[in-house]
């Protein structure tokens, strides 16, 4: 599986670390409560198809990348940095 | 039809012409009073048990695909009760006991095998976590023993003792590990179900569950739709799309496990053999001879059911590393499994917030040892709308509280640190 790195373009993926869904940098206000907190921190859609998620390019330039990919074929569709936000 | 010694002679005498099908292959009722949604192994237990400790035997169990076709006849069977975490440690060793009764119980060779599993330790600091866990599991009322190097030799000489990189510290033994074989759970499970009057239907896969003012009604099914008292939900890999029906989010992402089997060879592998490393890898020969191995998942969220060759290749060199007689071996296939990973390595049997909707996942890569004593538990809890002892701390709220998450790792409730 090659990730394309937005700054350094495709690699492999043994370059980068996995962290999970991109759902991670909505993050909730500090007073959000805990119900937000949890939900945050521990529920997932855990979609069977299309879903974002969030790379590490460890052993490359070090960025966060959103990479849009299918979890049920491995079929990679884009990515972005994650400094830049939502798509 | 009851198997017997007798009963086998006879049929090898006879042309093997008295064999019947050993589940009957119903059409769906309007009504039952259970519908269990996945006819895994641990939904197929939970029908047995329901029938067999209970006396509920209106249930019908709704598999979409084939019995044995899921992650029940996928994965690397072993069966062990090392568990270590308060909640984990006494469930575990509940499913050990009812895994030790299982074959006669359903008067069915599983072919469980107790050959023992050696997890090996290549540190001081391996050693004493090695040493937590077998006190663990002693005082949970099993069995563990440490094994030198001296001893180790003598029991798994093809081990490569000498390595620089992992020198091999010594090992733990816990004897009543074992293997049992994959389908056979199933077909025993699902005979025993429908001997007790569980009508198991395949090739039906719901689409909807039903509620009513909080109240579940029954389901939308492939085959129709079909009433029930109570729904429960166990399909490990799919959860998320199952829940998902009720409104439920879970904390479950689903991963990717690979295994690994060899072309078959003479007996060589008498135990089930671990080894920690900088990773993982785990070894056992299956009784028609392939070696049996893997490792960690690839470590990102998949259901494709096959992974990645940076962990093949890994598997691989960790194998070459511990015994390199295997390099002699051919790879016969690999394939990879749908693993529901919760965010604190371990399984969910509850409730859920719709009245008569209850939910058994989250098994991780650890499900098949569970399934005796996931089914015992989760038709405790459908019948009596209570948890089993065992089974009681695996509660979904547990994420949302931080009371009785049970890390088994020592890694906190994390989603990629499973």
Redesign the interface.
């Known amino acids: 599986m090659k990730i394309p790195c937005p700054l350094c373009g495709a690699r492999d993926s043994r370059e980068f670390s996995y962290l999970g869904h991109a759902g991670l940098l909505d993050r909730p206000a500090p007073d959000a409560g805990d119900a937000a907190w949890d939900d945050y921190l521990h529920n997932r859609d855990n979609p069977a198809g299309v879903t974002e998620d969030l790379w590490s390019h460890d052993y490359g330039c070090a960025a966060w990348v959103v990479v849009t990919r299918n979890t049920a074929t491995h079929g990679i569709l884009s990515s972005r940095l994650a400094k830049d936000g939502a798509a | 039809m009851a198997f017997s010694a007798l009963r086998v002679l006879k049929e090898g005498l006879t042309g093997n012409s008295g064999w019947t099908p050993h589940w009957r292959d119903p059409a769906p009722k309007d009504e039952y009073d259970v519908v269990i949604i996945g006819g895994g192994g641990h939904g197929l237990a939970t029908a047995y048990y329901l029938a067999k400790d209970h006396g509920i035997t209106n249930v019908a169990v709704l598999e979409k695909g084939w019995i044995g076709g899921g992650n029940v006849g996928r994965n690397t069977t072993i069966v062990r009760a090392n568990y270590m975490m308060p909640g984990n440690s006494e469930f575990y060793s509940h499913s050990l006991k009812l895994w030790e009764g299982l074959e006669q119980d359903l008067n069915y060779n599983v072919m469980h095998s107790q050959r023992g599993q050696i997890t090996l330790f290549n540190s001081d600091g391996a050693r004493d976590a090695a040493m937590r866990r077998a006190n663990a599991v002693i005082n949970q009322g099993d069995d563990a023993e440490l094994l030198s190097v001296g001893q180790l030799k003598k029991t798994l000489p093809y081990l490569d003792y000498d390595q620089t990189r992992f020198p091999i510290y010594g090992g733990m033994l816990y004897r009543r590990a074992g293997t049992a074989r994959h389908d056979a759970v199933a077909w025993g499970l699902a005979r025993g179900a429908d001997r007790r009057g569980v009508d198991i239907i395949q090739n039906c896969e719901v689409t909807g569950i039903d509620t009513q003012g909080g109240v579940v009604q029954g389901v939308q099914t492939s085959r129709g739709p079909i009433r029930a008292k109570k729904v429960a939900i166990v399909v490990a890999g799919?959860?998320?799309?199952v829940a998902a029906m009720a409104g439920m989010?879970?904390?479950?992402?689903?991963h990717v496990l690979q295994a690994f089997v060899t072309e078959g060879l003479k007996p060589c592998i008498d135990h089930v053999v671990s080894y920690g490393m900088l990773g993982h890898f785990y070894i056992s020969q299956s009784d028609k001879g392939g070696l049996v191995f893997g490792g960690n998942l690839d470590?990102?969220?998949?259901?494709?059911a096959?992974g990645?060759l940076?962990m093949a290749e890994h598997v691989c060199e960790a194998a070459m590393t511990l015994m390199p007689m295997i390099g002699r071996a051919k790879m016969l296939r690999s394939w990879g499994g749908i693993m529901d990973m919760s965010?604190d390595g371990s399984p969910i049997i509850d409730k859920t917030h719709i009245d008569g909707l209850y939910f058994n996942g989250g098994w991780c890569y650890g499900g098949f040892k569970a399934i005796p004593a996931s089914g015992n538990c989760y038709a405790h809890l459908i019948a009596q709308d209570r948890p089993h002892p065992a089974g009681a701390g695996f509660r979904l709220d547990r994420?949302?509280t931080g009371r009785g998450l049970m890390d088994e790792e020592g890694t906190g409730?994390?989603?990629?640190l499973h």
């Open positions: 799919r959860s998320a799309q989010r879970l904390p479950i992402e689903s470590g990102y969220a998949s259901y494709a096959r990645n940076p965010s994420f949302a409730s994390q989603h990629n």
